[in-house]
């Protein structure tokens, strides 16, 4: 056990080490992350200054529902950033140098390498949303409440690391999957920075059921808001968002377990 | 007289190209209607049970949506048709070339743009009439004007993206400030959102910015926001950013091109 948390610690620092050799370009780049990342924020605070409610939503509540989105993006890439790049390893044989050290594929995976571009750049906007909403969407920060805040961003973080990694594992079987990535996890996360009432029926139950990013961030959201429009789903959903995080991550590690018996190097 | 021959080579090079990635393609397409889809679920439920805002209705909205959204899926700037060969040193021969290299972006950036204006805008179009319904021109006249000035509005684009490509001579990562632009672009533009909201002041700032030139302009003239006098100044003003931005590009493509160092062979 100390022995992994020491490797742990040792990838952790090249890792990011290695991302901020250049710290200008680092910074540069971190940047750019976090004003791309910001576009819809901007574009949302600009359209409620004209409309001052989206569905009975006001700016700071949307940016709280915003926040959710950000923060667990950031914790999640910092971890799944070799799942989310290994369909390039597969493809140019890099994976096969894994295999052969004493250590979990997965375990590897997950740690010896973290986009911190990537982390920085998200989480940094989830926290600088956070920070902005929380004492203005008259939220009672208790005991409570911030139990429930943490385990929600702890299955937000496991619903989307297993989109990764199911995503990941099909490139096993498949030669590429990043337009499928594409559709269903980065397309579907844009409808999820809004509440989903908004939208057809059809869309709700994409994201409820098929890539559920709702109990991401709409669920938990309304637990802690409680805003009418709830009013259209059942309530257990409030709850449910770490159960589904352990379920979803449980049936997608179980695929791969399955699935990386049969995998093939392209590589030579 | 400048030759065409070679330039059309290329776009019709770039428009065979892409003709290879089918699946790729329906992707693209699905991304763009997505886009659109969700601007307008936003407004719909903005709007409520209001038929207008300020004189604007909501398919006045999603006319905007549509269009400017679907020509940001036409308008194809390769960002980093510069940078790549500033950085692996294929612009040495690039430059040897008895071609001028920006008029080849220009070509093969137009092949792409026809390309995606049959595979890209067409269907999207198709599907955002039938699901959610656009205005129709407010005139043949206007119409003609509209595809006047959507082709002003597509130059602007281009030479901002040319003007920041060449800032490639000079920083290694164009990456960042690339995205930073698209950032400019996405917000200023009108097409994420329409510019008749933007509060007074933004406004203001915006006039005196390049970005309401790209896709706003065309689509008022398309409404028949704009009378005639109106047009001729807005088109005038594309005109002039054109200009304006191009020759700012020129000069650090010439000043580039002396400081250039080609290391290997």
């Known amino acids: 056990m100390r022995d992994i948390m020491h490797l742990v610690g040792v990838y952790t620092k090249t890792t990011a080490r290695s991302w901020f050799q250049y710290r200008v370009d680092a910074l540069l780049r971190s940047l750019a992350v976090f004003l791309r990342e910001s576009t819809g924020v901007i574009v949302i605070y600009f359209t409620l200054l004209k409309f001052d409610n989206l569905n009975g939503w006001n700016i700071h509540e949307l940016l709280f529902l915003y926040s959710l989105l950000f923060l667990t993006y950031g914790i999640m890439i910092i971890f799944f950033t070799g799942l989310r790049d290994f369909g390039r390893m597969v493809r140019s044989g890099n994976f096969d140098r894994f295999i052969l050290r004493p250590r979990g594929l997965l375990f590897q995976l997950i740690f010896a390498n973290a986009d911190w571009f990537a982390a920085v750049g998200h989480g940094g906007l989830g926290l600088v949303l956070f920070v902005i909403s929380a004492g203005k969407v008259g939220v009672i920060w208790n005991f409570k409440t911030v139990v429930y805040y943490l385990f929600a961003i702890m299955g937000g973080v496991l619903i989307q690391g297993a989109v990764f990694l199911f995503l990941a594992t099909l490139n096993i079987y498949l030669f590429e999957t990043s337009s499928l990535k594409e559709l269903f996890y980065y397309n579907m996360r844009k409808f999820a920075g809004y509440p989903i009432s908004i939208f057809h029926r059809a869309v709700q139950i994409i994201i409820i059921y098929i890539m559920p990013f709702a109990f991401v961030n709409y669920f938990p959201a309304q637990y802690l808001l409680r805003k009418e429009d709830m009013e259209g789903y059942p309530q257990i959903f409030l709850y449910l968002t770490p159960v589904v995080g352990v379920g979803m991550y449980l049936l997608a590690y179980l695929f791969w377990k399955f699935s990386i018996k049969y995998y093939k190097s392209s590589g030579n | ?265």
């Not at chain 2, 021109?137 to 000035?149: D, E, K, T, W």
């Not at chain 2, 509005?153 to 490639?168: N, P």
């Open chain 2, 1 to 265: 007289m400048i030759k065409l021959a070679p330039y059309l080579a290329y776009a019709k090079k770039c428009f065979l190209g892409r003709s290879a990635y089918r699946f790729d393609h329906l992707m693209n397409i699905l991304s763009t209607c997505l886009q659109i889809f969700i601007f307008w679920g936003i407004y719909h439920a903005l709007y409520g049970e209001n038929t207008e805002v300020d004189g604007i209705t909501l398919p006045m909205v999603a006319t905007n949506f549509v269009l400017s959204m679907g020509l940001g899926a036409v308008f194809s700037t390769n960002d980093y048709f510069f940078p790549d060969k500033i950085h692996d040193g294929s612009i040495a021969t690039e430059l040897l070339r008895p071609i001028s290299v920006p008029g080849r972006m220009i070509a093969e950036n137009a092949g792409n743009a026809l390309f995606n204006l049959i595979f890209r805008f067409t269907p999207a179009l198709v599907l955002s009439i039938l699901i959610i319904g656009i205005s129709a021109p407010a005139g043949v006249g206007m119409f003609i004007l509209f595809l006047i000035s959507v082709l002003l509005g597509y130059g602007v684009l281009w030479a901002i993206s040319f003007s920041v490509q060449m800032t490639a001579f000079w920083f290694v990562n164009v990456w960042s400030i690339t995205t930073i632009k698209n950032v400019f672009i996405n917000v200023l533009s009108g097409s994420m959102i329409p510019l008749w909201f933007m509060p007074g002041w933004m406004k203001g700032v915006l006039y005196l910015t390049p970005f309401s030139s790209i896709y706003f302009t065309p689509v008022q003239i398309y409404l028949g926001q704009l009378t005639y006098q109106e047009i001729a100044l807005k088109c005038a003003v594309q005109g002039m950013w054109i200009i304006l931005i191009y020759l700012a590009g020129d000069f650090l493509w010439k000043k580039g091109q002396k400081k250039l160092v080609v290391q290997g062979g």
